[in-house]
């Protein structure tokens, strides 16, 4: 929820960001339906694995979920306050200020260095976040690729400087597309134990994911066929 759009009703000890009863239709030549009647509550510290086949709906619901799209029917709720209402601009000023963003294919921009990278989510790329978007690639093992721009650096180092990024503004709910799609094992479980440190200290953090490595680190597997959640979500111990 943004600071400045949100009341203060929203709180803590309810669901960083939830689901309520929400489907979405895409309308065409024939109506798809891709998602139906879907629940889910992520609470801060929790770490849920999104998991089915493709065109099961599972980036339908990470886009519902980053405020990037509107359900067809339905509510979204961010710290227990219906967002689903908020004009484009309230929606644009709640995701800088508390959704991170993961992307499968970086969304980096390719001349500017990875701590610009990093610091492009902030309003001023100021002395404060310049120092914590180093710290925030130094933490993913980045220290000495600082003023590299993108085509200086591996897929495995783009996707980290993406997650730093995704990290920058300090969020309340972290999303990812993939977040080992492009890394091996020994860097996806480097990035995963970042994430899962940062999901302890109390972010909220949904991947959509192929990878079972995602599913070993995360608290709960939600499974989507044809749009629907199946069954109960699988938890694991962590």
């Known amino acids: 929820m943004s600071r400045k759009v949100l009341s203060e009703h929203g709180r803590q000890d309810k669901p960083a960001v939830s689901l309520t009863g929400v489907t979405k239709e895409y309308e065409g030549a024939e109506t798809v339906r891709a998602l139906v009647d879907v629940e889910l509550q992520v609470r801060r510290s929790e770490f849920i ?138 860097t996806g479980t480097q990035i995963l134990e970042e994430v899962r440190d940062i999901c302890d200290r109390g972010v909220a953090v949904v991947a959509v994911t192929h990878d079972e490595l995602v599913t070993e680190y995360a608290d709960q597997r939600v499974q989507l066929v044809d749009g629907r959640m199946q069954g109960d979500t699988d938890e694991f111990v962590t």
């Not at 800088?96 to 610091?119: K, M």
């Open 49 to 186: 694995a999104v998991v089915g086949p493709s065109g099961s709906g599972k980036s339908t619901m990470l886009n519902l979920l980053g405020l990037l799209d509107g359900p067809t029917d339905g509510t979204i709720r961010l710290e227990g306050e219906d967002v689903t209402g908020l004009s484009r601009a309230e929606l644009t000023e709640a995701r800088r200020e508390y959704i991170g963003f993961v992307f499968q294919d970086f969304h980096l921009l390719p001349t500017l260095t990875a701590v610009e990278n990093v610091t492009l989510p902030t309003a001023y790329a100021d002395g404060r976040y310049v120092d914590r978007a180093v710290d925030l690639l130094e933490r993913v093992g980045l220290g000495d690729r600082l003023d590299h721009t993108p085509d200086q650096l591996s897929g495995g180092q783009k996707q980290r400087v993406a997650i730093a990024r995704a990290l920058i503004n300090e969020p309340a709910v972290l999303l990812a597309d993939e977040p080992t799609g492009n890394l091996d094992r020994d």
